[in-house]
């Protein structure tokens, strides 16, 4: 399925659909006096994947 999509110009509705296995929303949640709010995707053929792990900035004083 992947090789189908090598060297796509546009990432359709389509496309995403047969990429995403399931979305899960998590309840909100107030760090720091901000509203934060996991979401979680699913892949086919990959499973789940943790984006901002590498990502998130580290706090001060952390």
Do not use: C, W
């Amino acid at each position: 399925m992947i090789r189908k999509y090598v060297g796509i110009k546009e990432l359709t509705p389509a496309i995403v659909n047969e990429f995403i296995k399931k979305i899960i929303v998590h309840a909100p949640d107030k760090v720091d006096g901000k509203r934060v709010q996991k979401v979680d995707i699913v892949f086919n053929f990959v499973g789940e994947i943790n984006f901002l792990s590498a990502t998130q900035p580290k706090r001060q004083g952390a």
